[in-house]
């Protein structure tokens, strides 16, 4: 037998490790639906309209994202800006109320929800963020919901589905509301254990940021074994706004390589980056080949639940588009895109339209 030149041996390792990375095969029996701020594609985000929707269509986890009342109550919002996805400017009483201020390391104008207390947020509705794709059908229909309201209405829609449903709750800008006073992890924590049904159901906590996802780890203990913790993560150049905030030099790039993903596992489940991490996009748009994320992070002993898969040509890879029209509903190709990622070995993924989510790993 002939002897393998360096040169070839190195495409035939390359091969065989894009081979392994295209098929990696996930932690879990069957990977999970998450219903992106609800069924974000079809009303409303983060209302409880959305969340209805998303757990009639199957999501197996609805996601509240949280963000902090002046009075302390946690409420979904995606930021804590609201001049984008609610009717706030149209309300003369709140003009005053609009300002800049400096959350995560950029300049924000708007109204924010610490400027508000939870009644006054009560008298506001919910508005399509992406109404140039989605439409403004259910403006101005829906309010803003508490994590306690949320919580009760998914007990009762999973009831009445006779299936369990899981919350995937994430704190936003973590650092930021610990300095002005309104600490998010304990309060959220508290809550969870006041309902009955998130002291049985799945529950996983995700964040952004590092510092409170250790802190919940010590918190959490043994007496939680149905809470989980996902860490998120961002573009690869990008920091974790604690590490930032405190002169660190980690960033994302460095938590996805195989010693990051290692300390992470410490004090984390899952890891949850931009689903073209898994999966890349050539320079024309198209789907590229899978990187070493999924293996590494399985390697590490993580769960990996990427964000987020969208169904319209607008948000997909150019090789599953339908026609040429940005805003084109696309069932067929966030389909086909989703599959490509399970084939990569996801273990759950957030989707704005679960029932989307629900054909891809159902009819596999």
């Known amino acids: ?55 009639a269509d199957g999501a197996d986890f609805v996601e509240p994202d949280l963000v902090m009342t002046k009075d302390g109550v946690p409420v979904a919002r995606h930021e804590n800006e609201i001049g984008g996805t609610t009717d706030v400017a149209s309300h003369p009483e709140f003009a005053g109320r609009k300002t800049t201020k400096t959350i995560d390391g950029h300049q924000v104008t708007g109204w924010f929800t610490e400027d508000f207390t939870l009644a006054e947020l009560k008298t506001l509705r919910a508005r399509e963020r992406l109404p140039e794709l989605r439409g403004t059908k259910y403006d101005g229909q829906f309010q803003i919901p508490t994590l306690d309201e949320i919580i009760d209405f998914v007990a009762a829609e999973a009831a009445a589905q006779r299936r369990v449903v899981g919350l995937i709750p994430e704190i936003k800008h973590g650092t930021y509301f610990q300095k002005a006073g309104l600490p998010m992890e304990d309060r959220v924590l508290a809550i969870l254990d006041a309902h009955a049904y998130t002291r049985t159901a799945p529950v996983e906590i995700q964040s952004f940021e590092i510092a409170n996802l250790r802190y919940l780890r010590g918190k959490l203990g043994r007496s939680h074994a149905n809470v989980r913790l996902l860490q998120l ?5 990008e920091q974790p706004y604690d590490v930032a905030a405190s002169g660190g030099k980690l960033t994302y790039g460095d938590m996805m390589k195989p010693a990051g993903l290692r300390d992470i596992a410490g004090y984390a489940d899952a890891i949850g980056p931009n689903i073209r991490a898994i999966i890349p996009l050539e320079k024309d748009g198209t789907l590229g080949k899978p990187t070493a994320l999924a293996h590494d992070a399985h390697a590490a002993k993580l769960e990996l639940h990427p964000y ?56 596999r």
């Open 1 to 55: 037998m002939k002897t393998l030149s360096c040169a070839a041996l190195v495409l035939v390792t390359l091969a065989m490790s894009s081979a392994l990375h295209a098929n990696e095969r996930p932690l879990v029996a069957k990977p999970l639906v998450m219903g992106h701020r609800g069924a974000s594609a079809l009303r409303p985000e983060h209302t409880l309209a959305s969340y209805a929707k998303a757990i």
């Open 233 to 237: 993560m961002d573009d690869a150049g």
């Open 308 to 363: 987020t898969f969208r169904p319209e040509n607008h948000f997909q890879a150019r090789n599953f588009w339908q026609g040429s029209d940005p805003k084109t509903f696309n069932e067929a190709g966030s389909i086909a895109e989703i599959r490509a990622y399970l084939d990569a070995g996801v273990d759950a993924f957030f989707t704005d339209d679960p029932a989307i989510g629900r054909k891809a790993v159902d009819g």
